[in-house]
């Protein structure tokens, strides 16, 4: 009887089910995966086993269940456009699956999946159908024997459909899937629809992966190194079948959201299909947000924060088409909260800063909603106005919408799809022109004009360096009224700047620092009483001459307005700390290391501090805690930071202060001391007291080049955010081996003895049972032509065990030949030797690659000693019968492989 749960009662019983048979419960991993640069985002369960199915990792365990968190917006795997408009598709969602490595397989796998579905959540055995790969006769057969399925609802599908892969690399196999039949009613209603139709009446539960390949970047596919299963069951396509819902926006896990945002917008589900569109899209997207931010991924211009900016900003436009005006984002992920909270407590904790990211996004994009929607109907109503064969969307116009209103190119194209314009109406490749043409500029501008120096600056910007010199006033003060000296765009003046547009200000004072000495640029506001604009950048190529980058947000900026340039507060915060920790950890090094340690380079960032350095070698661990105790200790004492300005160089230096890497010093410099631990010259912005930078933590300590080496270090609430992800990791080690974190290195070392009993204990079993299979290999010994041909298979021993065994048997030999085979984690491992005697008659390395080539290999070596590969061992014994045949042709004189 089919049970009506809970989407919470489904994840537990999914898990339980699987925990009472054997499998660890994994906690679900973070939406970034780890050391895989092949994916975006994780898109399945099995991605944080990866390695386990390579054979690279073993873990602890060889069955496991989880229930992963994945996003599918961007890649391969991309969902964002279909979003809102079916019942199923999600850019987040939860993947139920079981995993074995090496331990069950096909049939096992099989009838888990089955008894679970049927009596554990009591759907009708006669209602659901299996599809299996179309060579794959294993599974039909195996479908029919273990749930008693009959044949007609089995049926083969093609490598599209039945063949898995997790991107375009990576592991990989044939699969089963199970598929419910929703009945008549559900779907197209067409009395020929079928399991190969398109549409919800048969859709897909659970899909059951036989792992056997790892797919290489070109296409060759390598058998893994244990048969294994991956599978994954949407949780909320399993919820919506289990409530009896038609789509999964209606279940438990996803209404309560669409709840809230019915009750911002005033609109209800189910009133008007346009609207349910963008009811369903918010709810959607707003779990994908609050999940992203909590695992780190923050909006950006490029890879992952590219794709989250996407999905905000289609949320923020569906918002408008509910006449949603106010902010809203914050209140939204809230309830996300609220649902999925108690699976994943991580929500919890970073509530407060998705929000935040949520709130900094929608006031971004917000006025470029309010003025690029209505300027692409506006260019879209323009072209309708044409003969409808000749509707198109120029290139030029695209990109002023992608590069002055920030429009993402799918935004575009849905709104321009909703006004009857098809793709190919859109002129992508004159957009990509345009794009490329703008990129150049920006490299030439950015990279030619603004960063390498005076030589390279415009006559214009040269000249104002000298005649209107930007003062500095950022040392003191955060905030500063300003005048607007010049507003320059790809090296030329203008007069003016308005939403949406990026150009170059040059002020006659700013609080804002400007990147130099390792430091990064301060980040802000330019404020009028009608204008805004984001500071993103500030470069300073010139003595005296400070741009800035800015992009306008409302409003206009003209040459000779008066502004009031603010520094972000909370960016100069963490940066200080930062700078400060630089100067911390110089000095620490020199202490720890010695007076050879040198300065080599530095970036100080508002999230890190990264700090290079001369050192003949990599430091020890005892060296890098002294490091990092003798920072905190002197932080710990809270001294004030003296800063002396306009100091005699030659004083300074006499004072014992340490001069940067690469910076070049005026007569007068800016004197830097932290009473009792080191002085610099340096020209960035500090802590008034060390205390104020609050902890310090050394992340990673590495070389990257001849001698030199780099620390890179946290500080303040980063350095916490750091020891708090060290703490998680400790305690999910400790409550893997059932200990206290503080109890894990004798737990370790406990084990780590105990393996190494075992491998003795193994070493002495492997001699013993060697000596049992060479008496064995001897006693079954062939004369070929007056030589003693030894022939044996031994799947228990790898090479080495292999070569051992050869060995022995060789030492009781006079005019012998030996092959020996093994077959071991799908592979084929072979080894030939030769008797002294035979020199010249029979050669091991081409008797070896004759041998190996039987079982799909390749090998040679020495006349007397050999090793191979293949790759099927279902051909060793074939193999080895040929021994005899290749020996006795050789000792006939056909010794050529």
């Not at 991107?167 to 699969?175: F, I, K, L």
């Not at 001391?673 to 080191?678: E, N, R």
């Not at 070596?861 to 099927?872: F, M, N, S, V």
Request: one cysteine or more; a neutral charge.
């Amino acid at each position: 009887m089919l049970k009506r749960l809970r989407g919470v009662e489904v994840r537990d019983t999914f898990l339980r089910y699987f925990a009472e048979r054997g499998h660890t419960i994994v906690r679900s991993s973070s939406l970034v995966p780890k050391d895989d640069p092949t994916l975006l985002f994780t898109n399945a369960g099995m991605v944080q086993f990866k390695d386990a199915f390579l054979g690279r990792e073993q873990r602890p365990y060889s069955r496991a269940t989880t229930s992963q968190k994945c996003v599918r917006a961007g890649g391969k795997h991309n969902d964002l456009e279909n979003v809102g408009r079916t019942a199923r598709h999600h850019t987040f969602f939860e993947m139920l699956g079981n995993f074995s490595f090496g331990d069950y397989f096909k049939a096992q796998a099989i009838e888990y999946g089955w008894e679970l579905l049927t009596v554990h959540l009591g759907l009708p055995k006669e209602r659901l159908w299996a599809t299996i790969f179309r060579d794959d006769d294993e599974a039909f057969r195996l479908w029919q024997e273990v749930t008693g399925i009959p044949a007609d609802r089995i049926v083969r599908l093609g490598e599209k459909d039945n063949f898995w892969a997790m991107g375009d690399t990576g592991p990989c196999g044939p699969c089963s899937e199970i598929v419910i039949d929703q009945g008549p009613g559900v779907g197209c209603g067409r009395p020929t629809c079928d399991i190969h139709c398109g549409c919800d009446r048969f859709l897909e539960l659970w899909n059951l992966v036989f792992m056997q390949f790892d797919r290489a970047p070109d296409g060759t596919l390598t058998p893994l190194p244990k048969p294994s299963i991956d599978t994954g069951a949407g949780l909320e396509r399993i919820t919506a079948v289990l409530q009896g819902v038609q789509s999964n926006f209606e279940t438990d896990l996803l209404r309560p959201i669409i709840a809230q945002v019915e009750e911002i917008a005033g609109r209800r589900l189910g009133a008007d299909a346009r609207n349910d569109v963008s009811l369903r899209v918010i709810a959607d997207h707003a779990r994908a947000v609050a999940f992203l931010v909590t695992d780190g991924v923050l909006p950006s211009n490029e890879g992952r924060g590219y794709v989250l900016r996407r999905i905000l900003r289609r949320a923020l436009r569906h918002a408008r088409l509910l006449g949603m005006d106010e902010p809203f984002l914050g209140r939204v992920t809230g309830r996300v909260v609220d649902v999925m909270g108690e699976a994943y407590p991580e929500l919890r904790r970073a509530q407060e800063r998705v929000a935040r990211e949520a709130l900094a996004e929608e006031e971004r994009f917000g006025h470029a909603l309010r003025t690029a929607i209505p300027r692409l109907e506006e260019l879209i109503e323009t072209v309708k106005q044409r003969p409808s064969h000749t509707w198109m969307l120029m290139g030029t116009d695209l990109f002023k919408l992608y590069d002055t209103y920030g429009l993402p190119r799918d935004l575009i194209e849905e709104i321009a799809q909703e006004h009857g314009l098809l793709p190919d109406m859109l002129d992508w490749q004159g957009f990509e022109t345009k794009l490329r043409d703008a990129q150049a500029i920006a490299r030439m501008t950015s990279a030619a004009v603004w960063k390498l120096g005076a030589a390279d600056l415009p006559a214009m910007l040269r000249d104002l360096g000298k005649t209107h010199p930007t003062a500095f006033v950022g040392y003191t003060s955060l905030t500063a009224e300003a005048q607007i000296i010049a507003l320059v765009r790809d090296g030329q003046p203008v007069k003016g700047a308005g939403p949406g547009e990026q150009v170059e200000v040059l002020l006659d004072r700013t609080p804002f620092y400007g990147e130099s000495g390792g430091q990064v640029a301060d980040r802000g506001t330019l404020r009028t009483d009608d204008a805004l604009a984001e500071v993103t950048d500030v470069q300073k190529p010139l003595p005296g001459l400070s741009l800035h980058t800015v992009r306008v947000l409302q409003g206009t900026l003209r040459e000779g307005q008066r502004i009031r340039a603010a520094v972000d507060e909370d960016w100069r915060a963490q940066v200080v700390k930062n700078h400060t920790g630089t100067h911390l950890v110089h000095e620490a090094l020199r202490r720890v290391l010695g007076d050879h340690v040198r300065q080599e380079g530095s970036l100080v960032a508002s999230d890190r501090l990264r700090f290079d350095f001369r050192h003949f070698g990599p430091m020890t661990s005892t060296e890098l805690s002294r490091v990092e105790e003798m920072v905190n200790r002197h932080l710990w004492r809270n001294v004030p930071v003296l800063v002396e300005e306009n100091v005699p160089y030659e004083e300074a230096l006499a004072k014992g202060a340490k001069a940067f890497f690469a910076d070049k010093y005026a007569d007068r410099v800016r004197f830097v001391a932290i009473p009792d631990f080191g002085a610099e010259l340096c020209g960035g912005t500090h802590c008034q007291a060390i205390g104020e930078i609050g902890l310090f933590k050394i992340a990673s300590e590495a070389g990257v080049a001849a001698g030199i080496r780099r620390v890179e270090a946290y500080t303040g609430p980063g350095a916490y955010r750091y020891l708090r992800i060290e703490e998680e990791a400790l305690q999910e080690s400790a409550e893997r081996l059932k200990a206290k974190p503080l109890e894990l290195p004798g737990k370790v070392e406990k084990l780590a003895e105990t393996t190494r009993q075992l491998e003795r204990e193994l070493q002495r079993l492997r001699a013993q049972v060697a000596g049992g299979l060479a008496q064995d290999a001897l006693a079954r010994a062939q004369a070929v032509d007056g030589v003693r041909v030894v022939t044996a298979r031994a799947d228990d021993l790898d090479p080495r065990g292999l070569r051992e065994l050869g060995d022995q048997i060789r030492a009781k030999l006079t005019r012998g030949v030996i092959v020996l085979g093994a077959a071991g984690e799908g592979k084929v491992t072979w080894v030939a030797m030769v008797t002294p005697d035979l020199k010249g008659t029979v050669h091991a390395g081409h008797l070896i690659r004759e041998v190996a080539r039987l079982t799909g290999g390749d090998g040679g070596g020495r006349p007397d000693l050999a090793e191979a590969g293949g790759r099927d061992p279902g051909q060793i014994e074939t193999a080895l019968r040929a021994v005899e045949g290749i020996v006795r042709r050789m000792l006939r004189g056909g010794n050529s492989p």
